[in-house]
């Protein structure tokens, strides 16, 4: 093999699928075997030390809410359906929510006959070793120096920015129970950031890794005019927006300017275009079909609710910290313009940084996938840095750059503090016996009035606190009146109508009329449900009781209207 300067672009072979070594699968298999240790760690220490009279939920402090939406899901999916209903909403309708992913993972749950809580860790597991593989056959696509590929693949990997910061200033910001939504967002936003990808759910690491073969697909297909490479792209676009179809706006915009990086580098007009269209073609049948979803009632009018806008400037600078700060600096050098491989993840860096404000309600959504061209451009000022300072500073210089207790201290200050302090953050909490916002544990009495609702009639509705609701929902399936914020239709005014009822403001015949009106036929009462004022089920001649304890009870409404025949949607404003 003959060796080329480490600043080549070109690989070391004629082939275009790149080359590599079985050293450098090795540092991949022990990547992927510290992610899994630091992502699981937490939930091996709360199923191992759940307290007595308690169950392990499987939820920990960051968007904790979304993973009871995560189980019903799954439990669908396993009982055969491949569309699914709204059951965090109490409108009756028909199925219409497409989402391969959560399909998939349900048809694993029942391959292994497992709950929806294992088969979404499994999943959650099993989505980390083919993430790590793709992400270095696509930074080996990009880069041929070995130093650059790893450099990249681990900042890839772990990195994010240093909202630490932010919590070490204003700890008052956070509830004591995980609420971090004010704070950056390498804090809170799991879709943001791969290790956060990892921490939280299957479908985002899933997603991240279909991103990263759309684009390496596309520039392999450019390069060797070989439509095998197009086909893979275009399929895996298919399956991506089969689940998140917001994404084609990002890869949509980069893969476009990226044609045209690659026209100005001789790549013929007409390849370009026509492996453009063969993705685009291959892509198009499940983004309309996820765009045709917005006619049905339900789907707009969670659409609605789910304003997720990226936070402002000085809040991204702080989430993206040192990788925002080495992509700047990489867009100012005239090294990075000068060479092929640098302007292409500038160019991605650049468009997908831009949608990031783009004028639509789904922006934060958007901040996935972006954290690996900024990583990858740190990494080659990194390699660059180190260079410098092994030629000035000598045998110093030599040992801060090779070192490996050095590079590990400082990789570990400079890009992973962030995931440090989540990772520890849930450790303590499932030590110290949980959080009560996020339910890491919840009392096994709940097991119980979940299993009695579970047996109730499919058209029950269950009104309860949000928080009691998701997980009732969640665990049971049941439809719930207000249970999520997004996943409820007409969320605030559900949410006044439930909170005044437990604040008992009403006289009972009004109270019995809310819940005829609203179709509601079950009451469950816990701490939670206490908590909003003098309310009593027990004094209500309009409740019967069904599952009573000390810590929760479900009570049935006597004058239950149940709706029968066809689904109807009644929308109410």
């Known amino acids: 093999m003959i060796m080329m300067p480490a600043h080549r672009d070109a690989h070391p072979s004629s082939k275009h699928w790149p080359s590599v070594q079985r050293r450098e699968w090795r540092l991949v298999g022990w990547t992927c075997l510290a992610v899994l240790v630091l992502v699981g760690a ?23 809410g979304d993973i009871a939406v995560y ?171 089969a689940f998140h179809p ?30 453009l269209a063969l993705i685009a073609g291959l892509a198009t049948p499940t983004f309309v079909a996820q765009t045709l979803l917005l006619t049905n009632e339900i789907a707009r009018g969670r659409a609605e609710q789910n304003i997720l806008l990226t936070p402002g400037f000085w809040n991204l600078a702080v989430s993206y910290g040192l990788l925002l700060v080495g992509g700047a600096l990489a867009l100012c050098r005239r090294a990075t313009w000068q060479r092929r491989a640098l302007t292409v993840l500038a160019v991605w860096a650049i468009v997908h940084g831009l949608t990031l404000y783009a004028p639509v309600f789904f922006q934060r959504r958007l901040t996935q996938g972006w954290s690996i061209p900024l990583a990858l451009l740190t990494a080659d000022l990194l390699v660059v840095a180190a260079d410098r300072v092994r030629r000035r500073f000598g045998a110093a210089g030599q040992f801060l750059t090779t070192n490996r207790a050095v590079l590990t201290l400082g990789f570990i200050a400079g890009f992973f503090l962030s995931n440090f302090f989540l990772i520890t953050y849930d450790l303590r909490l499932a030590i110290n016996g949980g959080g009560k916002t996020f339910a890491m544990y919840l009392p096994a009495e709940y097991r119980r009035a979940h299993e009695v609702l579970a047996d109730a009639p499919g058209a029950s509705v269950v009104v309860g606190s949000v928080w009691t609701s998701n997980l009732v ?23 006044r109508l ?76």
């Open 42 to 64: 937490p939930y091996l220490v709360m199923w191992l030390l759940t307290p007595p009279g308690h169950i392990a939920t499987g939820l920990h402090s960051v968007a904790s």
């Open 246 to 275: 917001f994404h084609a706006l990002p890869l949509g915009m980069v893969l476009v300017t990226l044609g045209l990086v690659e026209g100005v580098h001789g790549v013929p007009a007409r390849r370009i275009m026509l492996h």
């Open 71 to 241: 189980y019903n899901y799954i439990d669908q999916a396993r009982d055969g359906a491949w569309r699914f209903t709204d059951p965090f909403t109490s409108e009756p309708h028909a199925p219409f929510n497409l989402n391969v992913y959560w399909v998939g993972v349900g048809w694993l749950a029942k391959l292994t006959a497992t709950s929806a809580p294992v088969a979404f860790h499994l999943a959650r597991v099993l989505a980390v070793p083919f993430f790590l593989a793709v992400l270095y056959w696509f930074v080996s696509v990009v880069f041929w120096d070995v130093r650059r590929r790893r450099a990249g693949f681990l900042l890839a990997t772990f990195a994010s920015g240093v909202g630490w910061l932010a919590f070490i200033a204003f700890p008052q910001a956070a509830s004591g129970d995980g609420v971090f939504g004010t704070y950056p967002m390498d804090l809170w936003v799991t879709e943001g950031f791969p290790f956060l990808n990892f921490y939280q759910t299957g479908h985002f690491t899933f997603g991240t890794t279909l991103m990263l073969i759309v684009l390496g697909g596309a520039l392999l297909a450019w390069r060797s005019g070989q439509v095998r490479y197009s086909l893979a792209a275009g399929s895996a676009a298919l399956l991506l927006f």
């Open 498 to 573: 439930m909170e005044r009822f437990f604040q008992d403001l009403d006289p009972p015949e009004e109270q019995e009329r809310f819940l005829a009106s609203e179709r509601i036929t079950h009451v469950i009462w816990g701490e939670a449900e206490r908590a909003f004022g003098s309310f009593n089920p027990a004094e209500k001649a309009f409740l019967e009781p069904m599952f009573e304890t000390a810590v929760v009870s479900v009570y049935r409404v006597r004058s239950a209207f149940i709706t029968t025949g066809a689904p109807t949607v009644s929308m109410v404003r």
């Open 473 to 495: 929902t969640g665990f049971t399936g049941q439809r719930s009146f207000v249970a999520h914020p997004v996943e409820t239709v007409d969320f605030s005014r559900k949410y």
